[in-house]
């Protein structure tokens, strides 16, 4: 009985298999549109590796009720020197050897906003809305400021100013040296909003942004007088989800013009001093995107790396090699484009064209953040194990 049973069983099994294979053939089983595309492992690879800082983060985590708190900068360079948050110390690596050159104990390890060096000083802030800067050569507090939020994005540093922007959608001005609030501006939050916010960038004396509510204002830095604001796209739809339209992605400014893009809507190219719109085309991104020349390249929802003429909007290619990979924020370094995946996979792509021009498998885990310095390329993955590749 127990032999029928099992005959039974695998017959079953098997006719299931036979049926499923019946309904692949007629094509009436569709295959997942979300799922990973398989990458084509016949580039060459474009790396050496140079160095490795393990992740200090324990095998087994018992602590069921600790925040989940997850910084949106991982790491900063300043210099020769890579600065890595470790729990409640700031460490100085060292960017060709990885070797460690300094420590400077933190005022909390509840930190959201990552690090930023600059100017003499590191910046970071908690998740209970506090900003703190230390002096870079000492490791010593020069001032703490509390927010009415918290501070999700990266910190801008200029030579006198600290400029943040918090997740409800208002940006400060403070003073590098003590801490001292400027300036303020707000802006009207949307009822529905991604979490994340996108980081200032400071040019020619202005400070731009942008908004959960999809704008892009251009602020002056010294007393935070506001010279235009503008929406990035109209709006597409009725929902609440088809009215996300929150721009965390941080504009691009060069010459007369600015770039900024946002979820659920375009890549506006704006006037600096105007505001005044000169184009505007279709894309959904909430990641960084880069400028090439007269090549934008942007990474959209989907993951498609999509490259816009910069002078006109349109499209000039699009690679779909990527789609639903996780991959992360672009870097361009001469003319080439770098980025990293959910596998662990380092990619190299042409910046004029698109065009793959090498691959790199690594033993990390899924990538979240890489930077490039003189040839050498520092990449983060999500267990915060971090190493150093040389070019080739």
């Known amino acids: 009985m127990k032999k029928s ?3 039974f069983s695998l017959l079953s099994l098997m006719s299931c298999q036979s049926f499923q294979s019946s309904f692949e053939s007629l094509g009436l089983v569709d295959e997942d549109p979300n799922a990973p595309v398989e990458l084509d492992q016949s580039y060459e690879s ?10 200090s983060k324990p095998l087994i985590n018992f602590d069921f009720f600790a925040e989940n708190i997850e910084a ?14 470790n729990d409640k110390v700031l460490n100085g690596f060292d960017y060709s050897t990885g070797e460690l050159k300094n420590s400077f104990e933190l005022e909390t390890n509840r930190i959201m906003s990552g690090v930023t060096v600059g100017y003499n000083s590191f910046v970071y802030s908690d998740a209970d809305g506090v900003i703190y800067a230390h002096d870079l050569n000492s490791g010593n507090l020069k001032w703490q400021r509390e927010l ?6 990266e910190v801008l540093i200029t030579s006198t100013s600290v400029f943040v922007q918090t ?3 208002v940006l400060y001005g403070l003073d590098l040296q003590n801490g001292q609030i400027l300036w303020s501006k707000s802006a009207q939050a949307p009822l529905l909003s991604i979490r994340g916010t996108a980081y200032p960038i400071f040019f020619e004396g202005l400070v731009f942004t942008g908004f959960s509510n999809g704008r892009l204002a251009a602020v002056r830095a010294i007393d935070g007088i506001q010279l235009w604001e503008k929406p990035i796209s109209r709006l597409k739809g009725s929902t609440e989800l088809e009215k996300l339209m929150d721009a965390d992605s941080p504009a691009i400014a060069i010459n007369e013009d600015i770039f900024s893009a946002n979820y659920n809507g375009s890549l506006t190219r704006f006037n600096i001093r105007t505001g005044e719109k000169i184009f505007s085309v279709d894309l959904s991104t909430s990641k960084p995107f880069v400028l090439y020349r007269d090549r934008i390249t942007a990474i959209n929802i989907t993951d498609e790396l999509i490259g816009f003429n910069a002078i006109n909007g ?7 090699k990527f789609k639903n990979r996780e991959i992360t ?6 003319d080439k484009i770098y980025f990293g995946d959910l596998e662990g996979y380092l990619h190299e792509i042409d910046a004029s064209t698109g065009m793959i021009t090498g691959l790199t498998s690594t033993d990390l885990k899924a990538i979240k953040q890489l930077e490039i310095f003189s040839d050498t390329l520092v990449v983060e993955d999500v267990d915060g194990a971090i190493s150093g590749f040389d070019l080739k």
Request: charged share 20%; net charge negative; no cysteine.
């Open 5 to 7: 049973f099992i005959i």
């Open 46 to 55: 474009f790396l050496d590796s140079k160095w490795k800082i393990p992740s």
């Open 72 to 85: 949106n900068k991982f790491f900063a360079l300043a210099g020769s020197t890579l600065y890595v948050i």
């Open 148 to 153: 009415q939020d918290v501070v999700l994005s």
């Open 167 to 169: 997740s409800s959608d």
């Open 314 to 320: 349109t499209e000039v290619w699009r690679n779909q």
């Open 329 to 334: 924020e672009p870097v361009l370094y001469e």
